[in-house]
């Protein structure tokens, strides 16, 4: 992972890092790897993760068919 530090500006260049690792899934694994998980707790976590999964997919596709209203619009930040 490579990230480029513009005009010594190394606090957006952190910004940009946290923000990549945070896309890979970098410290989900990390905290994942930190201590030993049952496999019990394994399958359970692997489980609702599916059934996560599956009810977005299901909320994307009756949004799309119109039978939901779409995502809430975000506001712009005032900067």
């Avoid at 890092?17 to 049952?38: C, D, I, T, V, W």
């Avoid at 977005?56 to 506001?75: C, N, S």
Wanted: hydrophobic letters at 35%; aromatic letters at 2%; a positive charge.
């Amino acid at each position: 992972m490579q990230v480029i530090v513009r005009e010594n500006n190394v606090e957006q260049a952190l910004r940009v890092l946290k923000k990549k690792m945070q896309r890979e899934g970098l410290f989900r694994e990390m905290r994942a790897r930190s201590a030993y998980e049952k496999p019990s707790e394994k399958r359970a976590r692997e489980k609702a993760d599916a059934i996560r999964r599956a009810r977005k997919l299901a909320r994307k596709k009756m949004q799309r068919e119109g039978l939901l209203p779409g995502p809430k619009a975000k506001t712009p930040r005032g900067r």
